[in-house]
């Protein structure tokens, strides 16, 4: 799309006369917006990131940190590093550099490995700490001692520091493992109530047949990729639970949103979809800038905000076996369908995102338009409601969509 705009944008002509450049002032005005939001979205992305990293801590109290403990050093006033600074200016690359050079670069780097492998400790706390279970079986209120000691060491380590939404992603406990015997325990105590006794019965040596035999190999498989991955279970389970479903996602995996149920703000039906967009699109920009707080139970114990992500700008393609999922970064607009008619709608202008009265403007121009739909275009909605494998093949057979 951006190279479509910037071939409009820009013409040239070739006459006796040189060569001729032309080209839209109001166009490179806005793509030069649209670059500045592009830019200015990787960089608050790159800025939580570290953030992200160094929490409990704060990136400024950080570099106040090192620059204390280096400034201390330096000045002889006292050395916090016990000598291993002027030690580490012997080796390179710092021996090339003059003393105070040298005992500077050589301060600052043992600082700042000191208070990176300090955060990584106090992180990796934290980590064992999540890895607590026992809250889950307390009734809420009327915690065991254990466990509000617990709740004050995690405390502890969470610091004051209001967290941001990925902030706890690095310091969630890993899905555990459980043994194929547990396993085998747990599933034939989950179909006991659904057999009879002789059902039951052959169950039970099935499940015997299998502990003993290519169970085991399978449970060699999970272990290893439990030993690579933070959930040993939950790509498998998108992949194979919803993607390679091939049932109808309008009654099945679909999701909506609507506005106001107990409050009617307008009766002016572009009005309230100019509303709803804009608050959903202003949800989006907070997720983008982490400003969403995460779910804490008893405002202590984090919840996984990894699909937070995939809220805006994620569509599952369709494909002949199984869909995939797309995620589209910086999206700068909504498809509108009215009246059989699909409408790309631009959300954002000038390095904006537009306010309610702009969307609403455009919404209205999508009511008043009584022009007619192109062939299949009112029915290609409809291809929602079939098998997966079918809306995959469709399109690619006929000008539908294209």
Same mark, same amino acid.
């Given at each position: 799309?951006?190279?479509?705009?910037?071939?409009?944008?820009?013409?040239?002509?070739?006459?006796?006369?040189?060569?001729?450049? #032309?080209? @839209?002032?109001?166009?490179?005005?806005?793509?030069?917006?649209?670059?500045?939001?592009?830019?200015?979205?990787? !960089?608050?992305?790159?800025?939580?990131?570290?953030?992200?990293?160094?929490?409990?801590?704060?990136?400024?109290?950080?570099?106040?940190?090192?620059? %204390?403990?280096?400034?201390?050093?330096?000045? #002889?006033?006292?050395?916090?590093?016990?000598?291993?600074?002027?030690?580490?200016?012997?080796?390179?690359?710092?021996?090339?550099?003059?003393?105070?050079?040298?005992?500077?670069?050589?301060?600052?780097?043992?600082?700042?490995? +000191?208070?990176?492998?300090?955060?990584?400790?106090?992180?990796?706390?934290?980590? %064992?700490?999540?890895?607590?279970?026992?809250?889950?079986?307390?009734?809420?209120?009327?915690?065991?001692?254990?466990?509000?000691?617990?709740?004050?060491?995690?405390?502890?380590?969470?610091?004051?520091?209001?967290?941001?939404?990925?902030?706890?992603?690095?310091?969630?406990?890993?899905?555990?493992?459980?043994?194929?015997?547990?396993?085998?325990?747990?599933?034939?105590?989950? /179909?006991?109530? %659904?057999?009879? @006794?002789?059902?039951?019965?052959?169950?039970? $040596?099935?499940? +015997?047949?299998?502990?003993?035999?290519?169970?085991?190999? !399978?449970?060699?498989? *999970?272990?290893?990729?439990?030993?690579?991955?933070?959930?040993?279970?939950?790509?498998?389970?998108?992949?194979?639970?919803? *993607?390679?479903?091939?049932?109808?996602?309008?009654?099945?995996?679909?999701?909506?949103?609507? #506005?106001?149920?107990?409050?009617?703000?307008?009766?002016?039906?572009?009005?309230?979809?100019?509303?709803?967009?804009?608050?959903?699109? +202003?949800?989006?920009?907070?997720?983008?800038?982490?400003?969403?707080?995460?779910?804490?139970?008893?405002?202590?114990?984090?919840?996984?905000?990894?699909?937070?992500?995939?809220?805006?700008?994620?569509?599952?393609?369709?494909?002949?076996?199984?869909?995939?999922?797309?995620?589209?970064?910086?999206?700068?607009?909504?498809?509108?369908?009215?009246?059989?008619?699909?409408?790309?709608?631009?959300?954002?202008?000038?390095?904006?995102?537009?306010?309610?009265?702009? *969307?609403?403007?455009?919404?209205?121009?999508?009511?008043?338009?009584?022009?007619?739909?192109?062939?299949?275009? @009112?029915?290609? $909605?409809?291809?929602?409601? =079939?098998?997966?494998?079918?809306?995959?093949?469709?399109?690619?057979? +006929?000008? /539908? =969509?294209?």
């Amino acid at each position: 799309m951006a190279e479509a705009k910037l071939a409009v944008a820009f013409s040239f002509n070739v006459s006796h006369e040189g060569l001729r450049v #032309d080209y @839209d002032k109001e166009l490179v005005r806005e793509l030069m917006h649209t670059a500045k939001r592009s830019w200015r979205y990787r !960089f608050i992305r790159f800025w939580n990131n570290i953030k992200n990293v160094v929490f409990p801590f704060t990136v400024p109290s950080l570099m106040a940190l090192i620059v %204390l403990t280096s400034a201390l050093t330096v000045t #002889d006033y006292w050395d916090p590093t016990f000598g291993f600074a002027r030690k580490l200016t012997a080796f390179l690359p710092w021996r090339y550099l003059n003393p105070r050079e040298a005992l500077i670069a050589s301060s600052l780097t043992i600082s700042t490995t +000191t208070w990176a492998t300090f955060i990584f400790f106090v992180r990796w706390i934290t980590q %064992l700490l999540l890895n607590y279970r026992g809250v889950l079986y307390e009734r809420r209120g009327r915690y065991s001692w254990k466990t509000k000691a617990w709740f004050m060491a995690v405390k502890l380590l969470q610091g004051s520091k209001k967290p941001q939404l990925y902030d706890y992603q690095g310091m969630m406990p890993i899905l555990p493992l459980p043994s194929l015997k547990e396993t085998m325990r747990r599933y034939l105590r989950s /179909v006991r109530p %659904l057999l009879d @006794d002789s059902n039951y019965d052959r169950m039970t $040596a099935l499940a +015997t047949d299998f502990q003993k035999g290519v169970g085991r190999k !399978f449970q060699r498989y *999970l272990y290893f990729k439990h030993m690579i991955s933070s959930n040993y279970v939950s790509d498998w389970w998108e992949e194979y639970v919803y *993607l390679r479903s091939r049932s109808p996602i309008m009654i099945n995996s679909n999701f909506y949103a609507m #506005d106001a149920l107990l409050f009617r703000g307008t009766r002016i039906q572009a009005a309230r979809a100019a509303n709803l967009t804009h608050a959903l699109l +202003t949800f989006r920009r907070m997720i983008h800038r982490q400003d969403v707080t995460p779910l804490l139970l008893d405002k202590t114990i984090p919840l996984c905000s990894w699909q937070y992500h995939r809220t805006f700008d994620t569509c599952r393609v369709p494909g002949i076996e199984t869909d995939k999922v797309v995620h589209f970064h910086n999206s700068s607009h909504i498809v509108v369908l009215s009246k059989g008619r699909f409408y790309k709608v631009p959300t954002h202008g000038r390095g904006r995102l537009l306010n309610p009265k702009e *969307l609403e403007l455009q919404f209205e121009r999508i009511l008043q338009d009584n022009s007619t739909p192109q062939p299949g275009e @009112d029915l290609l $909605a409809a291809l929602t409601a =079939g098998e997966r494998c079918g809306s995959s093949i469709f399109p690619s057979n +006929t000008g /539908v =969509g294209q």
